[in-house]
């Protein structure tokens, strides 16, 4: 959450498809070097106890399990937020935590979860999902100092904005605990998405924006929500997004996995069952209990990998081809993974694999060695692991990647070793039936092109003082929406970024693709735009992008280039363009539920999810109005 970042030169963001051997080092066990001055932890920030690597199974999350009798054509599920226990390491001592838990309709007294995180939805392309939340979480906080600082404005953490705006509390005085849950990546109607002031206390305080479906089913501790699964086959997720307090939920537990299935997949030859393997990737600090430290008040980042739940845990797995679903589900963390194998198996010194999809689904295989997964992205794997029979293979951080990209080496905890992957079960099911995955027949994902009239709109990150708030075009969150989309357009939009470390920007309801990126004179920037800012903000004196060109247009990374995405990468010093082809949200009603479907004018946001970012204002409205709708004017 605090910001000890200096300026840095950014270029591409330079996800690697081959590299050569000599380029990668030899370091693989690193050590976090010593921090460059104006990096250290503050006296008294906590650390990991020293703990046994690759010691504990690695979880697998349950499923849970429908009930489709109570919204005919429809899958319901009814999910309860509540407080429980987990061991994150088998050296640690149980920590509370808080999780999602699913009825089950075939055992009512015996919930379907595990304590942190929650279940798995498995569902059908263009099925749609019915879910009762309910919020049964204690009304104090787990990180209940943190609530007290963002209470208190402390500067850290409270999101004090740029004139003219003054000041306003992320939550009421008497409410340390509220909660919305947000399907990240769907295709949702604005009254299911889980907007920040859509949230919901476990007494049953509502903020201003709350709403359900049903009503007339629902406690004042509950919402129901519908979603569409209108989307490509691709894997989603859901994560708390109360406002002001979705960092601190999110790292008590409160997130999972939300899977779209397409039938047609099934013929593609894919690995499955057991061999489709989902990791949710966080980064987390302990106390000497093994209870939950939350330390990013302090510093960037946490000290020590989570996987699916458990500290550097290990698979067993055969010599086969297997399908990783992978989660960047940390609060701040870029992570650079890459699968290092004993310098004796392999000629180099990382198993190859192959991408086969990203946030909103599949796109052509692509060969690599490594890759940059900000926080809240998604990517598609299927890795081989049959050239490693007999050994192990270490899912690892490419050594010296910051917590944030970029950012300064040694600035937060550095993190190497994250799990490995014991290649010592015996080839089950009499071999390896799946289809290799340079013969997938995956159709690539058509361009979109821009066309000369393409509106474009632009999202300047500005903070107004070093080390604190970041905002949108320097407008708080909590203002009205100033941006009308017309329903139905193209547009692309641009993230100026004059700022000092990158920022992955999620955009709710649609996917997008990545344009490019461009680098900018980002000092000067800065100063013309804060002289605009406290100038009076003059419309014709905004000033022009393209007078801050420092270099070309810079393609997108292979990994993101002709993918589906929601979340995209916008570094230091650099405007990141992306197009959105249409926006269109779902107006047609779920499970003939009235009122489910969307109706225009319909707001959305879009924010960094850099999650202590989002709660400390880097986050912004945006409205879908009709044709025929010609009230609004536009913000720039």
């Known amino acids: 959450m605090i910001e000890r970042r200096k300026f840095l030169a950014a270029g ?37 106890p020293p703990l046994e690597r690759f010691v504990d199974p690695l979880p697998r999350p349950m499923t849970a ?53 929650g279940p798995t939805f498995n569902t059908t392309r263009d099925h749609p999902t019915v879910v009762k939340w309910r919020n049964e979480l204690p009304t104090t906080h787990m990180f209940q100092d943190v609530i007290d600082d963002i209470r208190n404005k402390k500067a850290v953490v409270a999101p004090i904005p740029p004139p003219p705006y003054k000041y306003v509390p992320q939550f009421p005085d008497d409410i340390n605990v509220w909660n919305v849950v947000h399907q990240h990546g769907g295709y949702t109607a604005p009254q ?150 004993p310098r004796d198996v392999l000629l180099q010194p990382q198993l190859p694999f192959w991408l086969i999809g990203t946030d909103g689904g599949f796109r052509a295989p692509l060969q690599m060695l490594d890759f940059l997964i900000s926080p809240a992205e998604r990517y598609d794997l299927i890795v081989d692991f049959s050239p490693a029979k007999g050994s192990e293979v270490t899912l690892t951080n490419y050594p010296g990647t910051q917590v944030h990209f970029p950012g300064i080496t040694g600035c937060g905890p550095e993190i190497a070793d994250i799990m490995r992957f014991r290649v010592n079960k015996p080839l089950s099911g009499g071999g390896d039936r799946t289809t290799p995955p340079e013969k997938l027949k995956l159709q690539s994902v058509p361009p979109i092109k821009p066309k000369p009239h393409t509106r474009r709109r632009q999202w300047v990150v500005y903070q107004h003082q070093l080390f604190r708030t970041m ?41 997008f693709q990545v344009l490019d990126r461009q680098p900018i004179d980002a000092a000067r920037y800065q100063t013309d735009y804060e002289n605009w800012v ?46 959105i082809q249409e926006f269109i949200p779902p107006k047609d009603e779920i499970a003939s539920i009235p009122g489910s479907g969307a109706e225009l004018p319909a707001t959305y946001i879009h924010h960094c999810h850099l999650l202590e970012h989002e709660d400390d204002d880097l986050m912004r409205p945006w409205t879908i109005v009709g044709h025929d709708d010609h009230d609004h004017g536009d913000g720039h």
Not at 103 to 114: C, F, K, L, T
Request: hydrophobic share 35%; with cysteine.
């Open 12 to 48: 591409g963001l330079g996800a690697a498809v081959m590299l050569p051997q000599g380029v990668l080092g030899g370091r693989a066990y690193g050590a976090p070097a010593d921090p460059p001055a104006g990096c250290e932890d503050p006296a008294g920030t906590p650390n990991t």
């Open 65 to 117: 399990i429908s009930d489709p009798s109570v919204y005919p054509g429809a899958d319901y599920y009814e999910f309860t937020m509540r407080q429980d226990s987990w061991q994150f390491h088998r050296d640690l001592g149980p920590s509370p935590v808080w999780g999602y838990w699913a009825a089950n309709p075939h055992d009512p007294g015996n919930p379907i979860g595990m304590g942190y995180l």
């Open 192 to 341: 299911s998405d889980g907007l920040p002031l859509q949230s919901f206390s476990p007494k049953g305080f509502h903020a201003e924006g709350y709403t359900t479906l049903d009503p007339g089913r629902v406690k004042p501790n509950e919402a129901i929500y519908g979603y569409t699964n209108h989307d490509h086959s691709c894997m989603l997720w859901y994560h708390d997004h109360a406002m002001g307090m979705s960092a601190l939920n999110v790292y008590a537990g409160l997130a999972g996995l939300y899977l779209i299935r397409d039938p047609a997949d099934e013929r593609l030859g894919l690995p499955r069952g057991e061999f489709e393997v989902p990791l949710i990737l966080q980064d987390r600090t302990f106390y000497e209990d093994g209870s939950l430290a939350y330390t990013m008040v302090d510093r960037e980042g946490e000290d020590t990998p989570v996987v699916n739940g458990k500290a550097y845990p290990y698979l067993d797995v055969e010599p086969r081809r297997y399908r990783l679903r992978i989660l960047n589900a940390s609060n701040e963390r870029f992570w650079r993974l890459r699968f290092d194998v």
């Open 471 to 511: 905002t949108f075009n320097a407008v708080p969150f909590m203002e009205p929406s100033q941006d009308f989309i017309k329903e139905g357009s193209t547009e692309i939009w641009e993230y100026i970024n004059p700022n000092h470390d990158a920022h992955p920007m999620h955009v709710h309801l649609v996917n």
């Open 534 to 579: 406290y100038g009076g903000r003059k419309p014709e004196d905004l000033p022009v992008l393209a007078n801050y060109f420092t270099g070309s247009p810079i393609p997108p990374d292979p990994d993101e280039a002709l993918s589906y995405k929601d979340t995209v990468k916008a570094p230091a010093q650099m405007v990141t363009r992306i197009i």
